[in-house]
């Protein structure tokens, strides 16, 4: 048994980068400092099923195997055709590979959005109205005496988020927990909120009153009403004078507040509000973002188009407007005519509605393993496992990029190779029907 | 006047920018047959999905539209218009009125989110319901609406009046949350009801709810009851608890007036 050392975590966006993976026969066997969810990833969850070659479904609705040309050949004529193709996803794969991905688009003049338009999405909307005032986990961990975490349970969904950055000693917080105050904001009990000292329990989807009532106090206003959303007003100031006592706090917010009544809105006053904050403390916020890169897949968007995500590329022109040229908008307003998911699983996660559509229209499905997506897919072209099997670029969940290793060989195509050979022919077929 | 007659709509949406008054003056109607449209990703001539019939003036002011029929996958009908006046005898897709400068445009049935986005001037009335975000910004600009009127006989969604800068907004019906969410100016009147968030984060400008709110914001300041008020110039009878803010904003200087009828839940 051969040990890999310093491998990057391919499952969530804390990305930590100091797992040991046990390596036997090209194949992982088990690991070393990754958590449960991490550790499931790297040697594949009972019950997985790889894709070892492309699939094609026939007439009879059954899949077919096929090779990596012919199902290329096809996936090409379907998006070259297509007035209105959506391809989505995006998340769990490497930043060159969604370079390609853009620029893909781009040629096919798509609509491109991530799965950020299902989870920060909101956060990116409320970042592009009033800024984003952010910090890196090493600032967290070195500095931070005040930790929030509003709409998250970290212990479930980023399992050593905690474990790094509160618990850990950091340089100015030498005893490590004990140096910082943790507060949770959280409608429900939760294994993250047990262990805060202050657990302010928000009413369901009353985030934004809450956050209101605080900002007014904390510039120096009485707040309105002896009760808001839930918590009386003295525990509210009482959380507000912590805040503002800070010497470095932190706002790390999840899906808890970004999809809570509001949205976007809520997001907006929270970093309005760690804004205001910064009259009185060094205060900063970072969101908690789940897929492992798709922070990667909003700045790479960024930088190629102008936009983060829910970009449209029909007239030649970005244009970007969540809510319209979101994936699910699209699907159910049966805007959509072809759709490419890559690096996600929209087939497990969308609504209904959403869904219907996807069986009514070409799908065609870069994904490894055997989803609810592939499921509704016409074409299936399986590739590498990014961070596993290949290499490449993630954004870590506050923006810091990190290198993913390659720890076994796959003699299956990357995405990125995948992309571009999908890309060149797209662009052969248009010209020739120019 | 210009008909347009729809023929079926497709399923991939159409984008109209060339539908206005300004496009259409001084053209013959086989020239306005042949102004491209968006389909998807590819433009096609206007007469692909309408019949064109009628004659238009030599200015868009001499200029009158009238789309005969419903067009729910039609969006952006009378994009930045100047003059002139358009009458849609049906629903409508996003985007109707977007920057609108001048003229007129009816809807005489539901129109879908953004209606009258980034309007300077002129009038838009709908007479059903409309979506999300009406006399909004665009997408990450903090400078909305700016002038002109927009009437909705029906219901409004969320974000009515996002990030207002000026002009009037005049809802008939009932809105779900934020109504005047960002606003810095102008005047937003909401006759029905209105479930939360009322003004959220509103730096200036004046809301009016004569129906029932949900809830209230608590960054705002009780002023008492007022009879009659003054706003834009014209008074509003009835009685109004007035509530200045939204002060989870600095220097805030908004205005809400909600009717004392049906109210009293609100007032501390
Ligand atoms: S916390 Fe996230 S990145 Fe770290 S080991 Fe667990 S799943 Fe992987």
Redesign the interface.
């Known amino acids: 048994m051969e040990l890999v050392k310093n491998v990057v975590c391919p499952f969530c966006g804390t990305l930590c980068d100091d797992i040991i993976c046990k390596v036997e026969n090209d194949e992982i066997v088990g690991t070393i400092n990754a958590c449960r969810i991490g550790h499931s990833k790297f040697v594949h969850a009972e019950g997985a099923m790889r894709w070892k070659k492309p699939q094609i479904r026939d007439e009879n609705g059954e899949l077919v195997e096929t090779t990596y040309d012919d199902a290329i050949e096809k996936a090409a004529q379907v998006l070259a055709a ?4 959506l391809m989505y996803g995006w998340s769990c794969t490497e930043c060159e590979a969604q370079a390609v991905g853009v620029d893909l688009a781009e040629q ?3 609509i491109v959005d991530n799965t950020a338009s299902v989870c920060h999405g909101p956060s990116v ?1 409320a970042l ?2 009033v800024g984003y005032p952010i910090c890196t986990f090493g600032e967290v961990k070195n500095r931070a005496d005040v930790v929030v975490y509003w709409g998250c349970n970290p212990m479930h969904a980023h399992p050593r988020h905690l474990s790094r950055h509160v618990f850990a000693r950091g340089f100015f917080r030498e005893r490590g927990r004990s140096d910082r105050t943790l507060i949770v904001v959280d409608p429900r009990e939760s294994d993250s909120s047990k262990l805060a000292d202050i657990h302010l329990q928000v009413g369901y989807n009353q985030d ?2 809450l ?3 605080m ?2 106090a904390m ?1 120096g ?5 002896d009760e ?1 959303a839930g918590i009386p007003r003295e525990e509210i100031m009482e959380a507000v004078e912590a805040l503002k006592n800070a010497q470095f706090g932190i706002l790390f917010f999840g899906m808890g507040i970004t999809h809570s ?2 949205k976007h ?1 809520n997001i ?2 929270a970093i ?2 760690v804004q ?1 904050l910064n009259n009185f403390a060094k205060f900063t916020l970072i969101p908690m973002r789940g897929h492992y890169n798709v922070t990667g897949f909003n700045q790479v968007a960024t930088w190629e188009s102008g936009y983060p995500y829910c970009i449209d ?3 030649g022109i970005p244009r ?5 040229t979101g994936a699910n908008d699209v699907l159910q ?5 072809a759709m490419m998911v890559i690096a996600s699983d929209p087939g497990a996660h969308f609504p209904q509605k959403s869904l219907r559509r996807m069986a009514e229209i070409p799908v065609i499905a870069i994904e490894p393993h055997r989803t609810p997506t592939t499921e509704l897919a016409d074409i299936i072209l399986p590739p590498a496992i990014v961070g596993m099997e290949t290499d490449g670029t993630a954004y870590r969940m506050e923006g810091v990029p990190i290198r993913m290793r390659k720890v076994v060989d796959s003699d299956l195509l990357s995405d990125r190779e995948i992309l571009q050979r999908l890309l060149k022919r797209v662009m052969e077929i248009k010209t020739a029907s120019k | 006047m210009i008909t347009l007659k729809p023929k079926e709509q497709p ?3 159409l ?1 109209v920018e060339n539908v206005t008054p300004d496009a259409f003056a001084g053209k013959t109607v086989d020239e306005i047959k042949a102004l491209p449209i ?5 433009t096609v001539p206007l007469s692909d999905f309408f019949e064109v019939e009628g004659e238009a003036g030599a200015t868009a002011a001499e200029t009158q539209i009238i789309i005969d029929g419903d067009v729910p996958q039609t969006k952006r009908i009378g994009s930045g218009m100047t003059a002139g006046e358009i009458t849609v005898k049906g629903n409508v897709s ?1 985007y109707v009125g977007v920057g609108m400068k001048g003229g007129k445009i009816t809807v005489e049935g539901n129109a879908k ?2 209606a009258g986005q980034d309007m300077s001037g002129g009038e838009l009335t709908i007479m059903g319901n409309t979506g ?2 009406v006399g909004s910004s665009y ?2 600009d ?1 400078r909305g609406m700016s002038g002109g009127l927009i009437t909705v006989y029906g219901d409004a969604g969320n ?1 009515a009046a996002e990030y207002m800068n000026g002009g009037k907004i005049v809802i008939k019906g009932d809105v779900s ?2 109504p005047g ?2 606003m810095n100016n102008g005047l937003l009147i909401i006759e029905g009801n209105v479930i ?2 009322t003004g ?2 509103m730096a200036g400008g004046t809301i009016v709810v004569k129906g029932v709110i949900d ?8 002023h008492g009851v007022e009879k009659d008020i003054e706003v834009d110039g014209e008074t509003i009878p009835g009685a109004f608890y007035k509530f200045t ?6 220097g805030a200087n908004g205005t809400v007036y909600a009717a004392v009828a049906g109210n009293s839940h609100i007032a ?1």
């Open positions: 297509s007035k209105r193709p096919t003049k798509a909307l592009q109205d934004y009153e956050l209101d009532a900002r007014a510039m206003h009485e707040i309105l009403y808001v009544r509001g809105r907006d006053t309005m509000m205001d590329f029909a007239t970007y407007n969540p809510g319209e307003n049966k805007e959509t005519d | 399923e991939v949406p984008e968006w389909h998807g990703n590819g996003m989110s953004w999300d975000y997408r990450g903090w974000e949350i934020m969410i960002h939360a968030r959220g984060e809830e209230f914001l608590a960054g705002f300041k009780y803010g939204d002060y989870a904003i600095k501390p």
